[in-house]
């Protein structure tokens, strides 16, 4: 399967525990985006990069909130010290072709 | 605040009915725009996209969706769904980065 891929598919933490999640985008694109889904709404921007580069930070991503792509490929979203609030989809994409191909996301629940 | 509007939370059609899902946005200048299907238990895909010439684009699986920038909308449509076209359908606008709409979960009895 070449398209994106998330990992892990479920996650479940007790609140004040820090996560880790992962994305492997398609291989040839070079922007990865971060989005975060909860119920009843569509998915809400967090943050992309442009190889290894952040160029955009939403507002949604608090200090608690950190992403990487240290070598242009993956990305690991990490979220510290959990709050009930977090529990969403994660949902991570690549663009390619003025297209966004999107993973099936991480489901986080924060008990 | 600038946003991305569905009027339909959820819609229920029977087969062979046609569809018409809105979608409105607030913001101003070049966007590019855009429809995503989200199948149950699939992850989200392209149903067709606009960025400029013709505003009626034609996506896949019989979908079409019409730009009418007066309106500032994007509606999505389907002369006859199936009942494969259960899911949720969501609009998004590309200003700078994409921007979605709270999305419309589509039902269609066999």
């Known amino acids: 399967d070449t398209g994106v891929s998330q990992d892990p598919r479920h996650k479940i933490t007790k609140r004040g525990q820090n996560v880790t999640f992962r994305c492997d985008p398609i291989?040839?694109?070079?922007?990865l985006y971060w989005y975060r889904q909860t119920l009843g709404q569509g998915p809400e921007f967090l943050t992309y990069?442009?190889?290894?580069?952040?160029?955009?930070k939403s507002r949604l991503l608090s200090d608690r909130f950190s992403a990487e792509r240290p070598k242009g490929s993956f990305s690991t979203l990490e979220i510290q010290r959990t709050e009930q609030g977090d529990s969403a989809m994660y949902l991570c994409?690549?663009?390619?072709?003025?297209?966004?191909?999107f993973g099936p996301g991480t489901r986080l629940t924060v008990l | 605040a600038q946003s991305v509007s569905q009027h339909n939370h959820h819609v229920i059609l029977s087969e062979a009915a046609s569809l018409e899902l809105g979608c409105n946005y607030s913001?101003?200048?070049?966007?590019?725009l855009f429809w995503y299907v989200q199948y149950p238990g699939q992850h989200l895909q392209l149903l067709l996209k606009y960025f400029s010439g013709d505003p009626l684009v034609k996506g896949i699986k019989g979908f079409e969706a019409e730009f009418i920038k007066s309106k500032f909308s994007f509606n999505l449509r389907k002369p006859s769904v199936q009942w494969s076209d259960t899911a949720e359908y969501f609009c998004?606008?590309?200003?700078?980065?994409?921007?979605f709409g709270a999305g419309t979960r589509l039902t269609v009895k066999p």
């Open positions: 990069f442009q190889n290894e580069a952040q160029l955009e």
């Open positions: 913001y101003g200048g070049t966007v590019n």
């Open positions: 994409a690549s663009r390619g072709n003025n297209e966004q191909f």
């Open positions: 998004a606008v590309r200003p700078n980065d994409m921007r």
């Open positions: 291989s040839e694109h070079n922007r």
